[in-house]
C-alpha cells in the first residue's frame, strides 16, 4: 500500500504546500520495484548526504526496499500534479499538490 503520512493515496486529500515554504519528502518503498516520482511545477533537490552534491531532478526514482529524500521549495503557486510515472500506477499513486 502506497501512503501520504500513512493515509492511502485512495483516501488522501490534496497535499497543502504554503507558497515559498522548503519542505522534506521522504519515500519508503517496501516493493520489489522502481517507482519514478514525479512532482509537477517544482525542482527536487536529492538528498545525498554530501552537502556539496545535491542533484536537482524532476523525477525521483525510490529504488525497491529503499527509502530515499529530498527537498522541494513550494515557489510555483497553484495546482500540481504528484505521482509515479509508470503508466500503469498514475491511477492509484497520484495526488494532488495545492501551493498556496
Not at 552534491?53 to 529530498?70: A, D, E, M
Not at 515557489?75 to 497520484?94: K, R, S, T
Request: some cysteine; aromatic content about 12%.
Amino acid at each position: 500500500m502506497w501512503s501520504i503520512n500513512g493515509v492511502k493515496y485512495a483516501d488522501a486529500e490534496p497535499l497543502q504546500f504554503k507558497y515559498g515554504e522548503r519542505l522534506r519528502i521522504t519515500f519508503v518503498n517496501d516493493t520489489m520495484m522502481n517507482h519514478p516520482m514525479h512532482l509537477h511545477g517544482m525542482w527536487s533537490d536529492l538528498e545525498t548526504g554530501d552537502p556539496h552534491s545535491i542533484p536537482r531532478k524532476h523525477t525521483v526514482i525510490v529504488q525497491p526496499g529503499s527509502k530515499i529524500s529530498y527537498l522541494v521549495t513550494a515557489d510555483a503557486m497553484g495546482n500540481w500534479a504528484f505521482h509515479c510515472h509508470l503508466l500503469y500506477h498514475m491511477l492509484g499513486m497520484f495526488r494532488k499538490v495545492v501551493v498556496s
